[in-house]
């Protein structure tokens, strides 16, 4: 077996299929203000689910464990988002540390 | 989302697991009712029918493949063995032999399920703790 020939076929199969959801050349990609706008209404219906369910508990006709869990997604949904949003700044002040 | 699937499966065991407490509730209140409200004679022992569910499109599967599923109570049957007779002459349910029909309901029985519905009701519980724990975990990933 020549090992030149198995390393090369090796870089061949390499090639990675393209990521789900990569922008193709052509079309405008989804501008990243868009999509986070997009997460923050999600992670705020969470809230408002949550909300809403602990109001009906405290009326006396909720459900305890469902809005334990719609009040853990939306912790979750919060948190994931907060991590997002530090990612952002970390990234930003780094830009803005670059000497030009 | 994957994370909220499986916290809805979990949600949807807690929720059947809370109705088979409500129904051995039921029973045991109910071991000595001779009448019931529609008027067809002593309380008979109910039993919850579960049945799993699938009721997130993304996990039944798309080609077919069996996907994680819920559970829901499908149904509240009611059991059809005889009740017991006890000997009551003065009853006013008492029969022209002055037996009366009590309900089916073994005491005994119902506690056991109860208390293996409350123990469900924790191995539920505790699959959404590590559920919340991985999604903390993944979280801490991105620090």
Do not use: C
């Given at each position: 077996?020549?090992?030149?020939?198995?390393?090369?076929?090796?870089?061949?199969?390499?090639?990675?299929?393209a990521?789900?959801?990569?922008?193709?050349?052509?079309?405008?990609?989804?501008?990243?203000?868009?999509?986070?706008?997009?997460?923050?209404?999600a992670?705020?219906?969470?809230?408002a689910?949550?909300?809403?369910?602990?109001?009906?508990?405290?009326a006396?006709?909720?459900?305890?464990?469902?809005?334990?869990?719609?009040?853990?997604?939306?912790?979750v949904?919060m948190?994931?988002?907060?991590?997002?949003?530090?990612?952002v700044?970390?990234?930003?002040?780094?830009?803005?540390?670059?000497?030009? | 989302?994957?994370?909220?699937?499986?916290?809805?499966?979990?949600?949807?065991?807690?929720?059947?697991?809370?109705?088979?407490?409500?129904?051995?509730?039921?029973?045991?209140?109910?071991?000595?009712?001779?009448?019931?409200?529609?008027?067809?004679?002593?309380?008979?022992?109910?039993?919850?029918?579960?049945?799993?569910?699938?009721?997130?499109?993304?996990?039944?599967?798309?080609?077919?493949?069996?996907?994680?599923?819920?559970?829901?109570?499908?149904?509240?049957?009611?059991?059809?063995?005889?009740?017991?007779?006890?000997?009551?002459?003065?009853?006013?349910?008492?029969?022209?032999?002055?037996?009366?029909t009590?309900?089916?309901?073994?005491?005994?029985?119902?506690?056991?399920?109860?208390?293996?519905?409350?123990k469900?009701?924790?191995?539920?519980?505790?699959?959404?703790?590590?559920?919340?724990?991985?999604?903390?975990?993944?979280?801490?990933?991105?620090?």
């Open positions: 077996m020549d090992p030149l020939r198995s390393t090369g076929s090796i870089g061949s199969t390499g090639s990675l299929p990521a789900p959801g990569a922008a193709r050349p052509g079309d405008r990609p989804a501008s990243f203000a868009a999509e986070l706008g997009k997460a923050i209404g992670v705020d219906a969470l809230q689910q949550g909300d809403a369910q602990a109001e009906k508990v405290a006396g006709h909720g459900n305890l464990h469902e809005t334990a869990l719609a009040l853990e997604k939306a912790d949904a948190r994931a988002l907060l991590k997002v949003r530090n990612k700044v970390e990234a930003y002040q780094e830009v803005m540390r670059m000497s030009v | 989302m994957d994370f909220f699937t499986a916290l809805n499966i979990s949600s949807s065991g807690l929720s059947a697991e809370r109705e088979r407490v409500n129904v051995a509730s039921s029973n045991l209140a109910n071991a000595e009712s001779t009448r019931s409200a529609d008027g067809s004679g002593p309380y008979r022992r109910r039993d919850p029918v579960l049945e799993s569910v699938s009721f997130d499109a993304a996990l039944s599967g798309a080609s077919g493949e069996p996907g994680a599923v819920g559970v829901k109570v499908a149904e509240i049957v009611e059991d059809q063995r005889p009740g017991r007779k006890v000997y009551s002459p003065g009853h006013p349910d008492a029969d022209e032999k002055g037996f009366v009590f309900p089916n309901v073994n005491p005994v029985h119902e506690v056991v399920n109860l208390l293996s519905a409350s469900s009701y924790e191995a539920n519980a505790s699959a959404v703790d590590t559920l919340k724990g991985m999604a903390q975990r993944a979280l801490d990933i991105a620090r």
